[in-house]
């Protein structure tokens, strides 16, 4: 994480992104995974393995995260 940040730091501008107001933090990404995927685990009468919920977890974040048909074309047959 530490050499991402000291590669990327010019590019990532958490300085100027503070002075606008702008997130610098994963809490939003954090929220939002919880809000979407929580809502999807929880509905009446669901039960989930580990396994399986995880990979709910990885559909949900392709569909919301418009990689939809990109992960679909990559994955495996």
């Given amino acids: 994480m530490e050499d991402y940040l000291r590669k990327h730091g010019k590019r990532l501008n958490y ?3 503070l002075a606008e107001g702008r ?3 994963s809490g939003q990404v954090e929220g939002a ?3 979407v ?3 999807r ?3 009446t009468g669901a039960r989930w393995q ?3 919920a995880n990979r ?3 559909l949900c974040a392709m569909l919301y995260s418009h990689n939809w048909d ?3 074309a990559t994955s495996p047959p």
């Fill in 70 to 72: 990109t992960y679909w």
């Fill in 37 to 39: 995927i929580g809502r």
């Fill in 33 to 35: 995974c919880k809000h």
């Fill in 15 to 17: 300085p100027q992104r």
């Fill in 41 to 43: 685990l929880k509905q």
């Fill in 23 to 25: 997130a610098i933090g």
């Fill in 50 to 52: 580990v396994s399986r």
């Fill in 56 to 58: 709910m977890a990885i």
